[in-house]
Nanobody
């Protein structure tokens, strides 16, 4: 059974940093695109970042460009999201997802349960 398990969320002050991790099990995603999404209070889920299987291509939402960095370690079947210069509007539940296709902005096939990130002002 495929599982994506996020960790690393928490409470941080504005301007601070957090690093999210997403560990996959049940299958290898080294050839697959993986991404991060988030859903803030009262908002729809939105795309944050994605990375190709090799790690050679990355994609970011405009709202996080220059502040967040997505990376992966295929040997560990794990994807990371380094979040710097956090703002209160980054407060959300962050979800990891994996896609069997190659379009970062299309539907994703596997989802984690999410990890809460709260940024205080």
């Amino acid at each position: 059974q495929v599982q994506l398990v996020e960790s690393g969320g928490g409470l941080v002050q504005a301007g601070g940093s957090l690093r999210l991790s997403c560990a996959a099990s049940g299958r290898t995603f080294s050839n697959n695109l993986m991404g991060w999404f988030r859903q803030g209070p009262g908002k729809e889920r939105e795309f944050v970042a994605a990375i190709s299987g090799s790690g050679g291509r990355t994609y970011y939402a405009d709202s996080v460009k220059g502040r967040f960095t997505i990376s992966r370690d295929n040997a560990k079947n794990t994807v990371y999201l380094q979040m710097n210069s956090l703002k209160p509007e980054d407060t959300a539940v962050y979800y990891c997802a994996a896609q069997l296709g190659s379009n970062a902005f299309a539907g994703y096939d596997y989802w984690g349960q999410g990890t809460q990130v709260t940024v205080s002002s």
